[in-house]
């Protein structure tokens, strides 16, 4: 298995002096270190990170990778790219295989076993898996399912239903994602100026590949791609912490 871990994007809320948040620090370790452990449960052949090129040269990041996984290969973002698929694709050479691949936002948390997701994924015999969380806000990737539970279609930052996102992609192969992705930015399909990995999943339903979804709790999610969401969540454990 492949994980490739998405750190290219920007938030426009966040100063850029300030450090990037997932080098924020929630007991003693950074958000990064936490996810990089969180992955390790599935027992990843290769961990790939997408990493601004800018990031590395200010904060250092890949000196950080290099520290949790020193045969982690990183693959500096040169510009601001058209949305996670073009950053994804920028490491098409590590991925385009017939290993499991796993694209993850660095900055979505999961308090949900991921090991056995990915099970429950392989023993339903998936070409893909998402996982989801109930939301309508329209930050969010959606996907409509049908009666069984069956995903019909994809959409990007418009709520089709109440079954959004998490940033945790499966493929069974990771061919998969890289002929889609590349299907998506052929057809020109933008979203916003950006190419999102919801896309590609619209693709693989064209191709008529099984995609299982696993569903989740609201409170087993936490997204932190802003200050202010990195706020409740630490407000969140405070007051967890105060309750025991």
Do not use: W
Request: proline share 4%.
């Amino acid at each position: 298995m492949n994980i490739m871990f998405l750190m290219g994007g920007m938030h426009p809320d966040i100063n850029k002096e300030q450090y990037p948040l997932y080098m924020t620090e929630i007991n003693e370790k950074t958000i990064l270190e936490q996810q990089v452990e969180y992955v390790q449960k599935m027992q990843p052949q290769q961990l790939l990170f997408c990493v601004r090129e800018s990031e590395i040269k200010k904060f250092h990041t890949d000196s950080m990778v290099k520290q949790i996984d020193p045969f982690a290969i990183i693959i500096p973002i040169m510009a601001q790219t058209k949305g996670a698929i073009c950053t994804a694709l920028l490491g098409a050479k590590h991925i385009d295989t017939d290993v499991e691949l796993i694209l993850m936002a660095i900055d979505d948390f999961m308090d949900e076993d991921c090991l056995a997701i990915v099970n429950e994924f392989r023993v339903a015999g998936a070409d893909a898996g998402i996982v989801s969380f109930n939301s309508i806000h329209p930050r969010y990737s959606f996907v409509k399912i049908n009666t069984n539970g069956i995903p019909l279609e994809f959409a990007e930052k418009i709520p089709i239903s109440k079954n959004a996102l998490v940033s945790f992609y499966y493929f069974k192969h990771g061919r998969n994602f890289v002929e889609c992705a590349e299907e998506v930015i052929r057809k020109d399909s933008l979203v916003d100026g950006c190419f999102y990995i919801s896309q590609a999943m619209n693709e693989m339903i064209l191709k008529q590949k099984a995609i299982v979804l696993h569903k989740i709790q609201n409170d087993k999610f936490h997204p932190l791609k802003t200050e202010a969401l990195m706020a409740e969540y630490l407000s969140e454990l405070n007051e967890t912490r105060c309750s025991k």
